[in-house]
T-cell receptor, first 112, second 112 residues
Framework: DTGVSQDPRHKITKRGQNVTFRCDPISEHNRLYWYRQTLGQGPEFLTYFQNEAQLEKSRLLSDRFSAERPKGSFSTLEIQRTEQGDSAMYLC??????????FGPGTRLTVL | SQQGEEDPQALSIQEGENATMNCSYKTSINNLQWYRQNSGRGLVHLILIRSNEREKHSGRLRVTLDTSKKSSSLLITASRAADTASYFCATSWAGANSKLTFGKGITLSVRP
């Protein structure tokens, strides 16, 4: 257990539905990241928060994706109108300053 | 795009042998981190090595960094069946919000 938690661990949804994932970082970590990992690949960066400010978004993050980190604590990642290509493992990570980045267990999304 | 490239893509060894995995990257970095991932699980942080460091140890793990060759290696000594997993190197560089860029990973199989 790294101290980063994610919920749910698994999500199966039908194409076109909206889904929301939650990440609780290690409490004193000011930096929070979302990544996406597909089978056989390494994780790819989606978005970054420093405290409550979303400072960077990857071009992988289409308009259907939105992320928030209210009050600089937990974060949510919402995918609207899901597509089969959204099926992946969604990973959250947190870090303090420029130290190690710790990952949560991930949310595995399957879009039918 | 994924900056890090691990080599080999797959490695199979006998329990008790040493495993050496290599990572090459393309741009200047702040630090490089190695992670382990068991099938379908989150990433476990192994070691962080900064750009001004050349070698670090942690238990049975030894990581080296050669910034002139833009490469790193991870050595696992006296391997165990429990070391069977995928291993990823991840780089971050200054001015990039410390987001990580991963390679595709190395699949290590340790035969009992």
């Amino acid at each position: 257990d790294t101290g980063v938690s994610q919920d749910p661990r698994h999500k199966i949804t039908k194409r076109g539905q909206n889904v929301t994932f939650r990440c609780d970082p290690i409490s004193e970590h000011n930096r929070l990241y979302w990544y996406r990992q597909t089978l056989g690949q390494g994780p790819e960066f989606l978005t970054y928060f420093q405290n409550e400010a979303q400072l960077e978004k990857s071009r992988l993050l289409s308009d259907r994706f939105s992320a928030e980190r209210p009050k600089g604590s937990f974060s949510t990642l919402e995918i609207q109108r899901t597509e089969q290509g959204d099926s992946a493992m969604y990973l959250c990570a947190s870090r303090l300053g420029d130290n190690e980045q710790f990952f949560g267990p991930g949310t595995r999304l399957t879009v039918l | 795009s994924q900056q890090g490239e691990e080599d080999p893509q797959a490695l199979s060894i006998q329990e008790g042998e040493n495993a050496t995995m290599n990572c090459s990257y393309k741009t200047s970095i702040n630090n490089l981190q190695w992670y382990r991932q068991n099938s379908g699980r989150g990433l476990v942080h192994l070691i962080l090595i900064r750009s001004n460091e050349r070698e670090k140890h942690s238990g049975r793990l030894r990581v080296t960094l050669d910034t002139s060759k833009k490469s790193s290696s991870l050595l696992i000594t006296a391997s165990r069946a429990a070391d069977t997993a995928s291993y990823f190197c991840a780089t971050s560089w200054a001015g990039a919000n410390s987001k990580l860029t991963f390679g595709k990973g190395i699949t290590l199989s340790v035969r009992p």
